[in-house]
């Protein structure tokens, strides 16, 4: 039988753990300044090396960002099922603040608190269409009119924008090429659903 005391003291312990998950809850790391050794996760190239908006992220389990050349393959990382989940912090490039050739240090970003142009006529880092992040919506709605584009919240990018086909060469004709792009990813393993789909039918 269960006495009073015991119920109390089970009582006590519950009421406890939600303050130990508390103190053992750990902050997001800062985000860290571009150099020479920071190699692209997806390309395997200099990330300092290409324009536009660029990308970092911090897994739980490890002290050094994963890096990307452009914001596209940052969120496209986000919404791979094969990517680690276990994500401690998210930083991109404030436009508002940065230039395009190169943006400046001390202009990172929370990717989950910014607001992002999509659709524009801006390509990134790879010479992919780029999803072009603002810490502010009057300088993201600026951006579109003058190269277009849509405003939409971290969460409401759509897959399309960040996992779609990534066109050859720009409109100037540069040919760009992604090494091991999500999209190229995304695209092999959308082919390999439908294989054994396919598969499935031939045996029925």
């Not at 692209?40 to 897994?59: A, R, S, T, W």
């Not at 791979?80 to 395009?100: C, F, H, Q, T």
């Amino acid at each position: 039988m269960v006495t009073k005391e015991i119920r109390r003291a089970v009582l006590a312990v519950l009421l406890l753990l939600p303050a130990c998950g508390e103190d053992q809850r750990v902050e997001a790391p800062d985000p860290q300044e571009l150099t020479r050794e920071a190699i692209g996760h997806y390309c395997n190239m200099i990330v300092e090396d290409h324009p536009g908006p660029k990308g970092q992220i911090f897994l739980t389990d490890r002290a050094e960002p994963i890096w990307f050349s452009s914001v596209r393959d940052t969120v496209a990382f986000t919404r791979l099922p094969e990517e680690a989940k276990n994500i401690a912090a998210i930083y991109v490039n404030d436009m508002g603040r940065a230039s395009w050739a190169a943006p400046e240090a001390g202009t990172w970003i929370d990717a989950r608190a910014a607001w992002y142009v999509i659709g524009s006529g801006r390509r990134g880092g790879m010479g992919a269409p780029e999803t072009v992040p603002f810490s502010e919506r009057p300088a993201a709605e600026a951006f579109i009119a003058e190269h277009g584009g849509t405003v939409v919240a971290f969460a409401d990018i759509p897959a399309d924008a960040v996992l779609g086909e990534v066109p050859d060469s720009d409109d100037s004709g540069v040919s760009h090429e992604q090494h091991d792009s999500p999209a190229h990813r995304h695209a092999a393993g959308h082919d390999k659903g439908h294989a054994r789909h396919d598969t499935q039918e031939a045996h029925q």
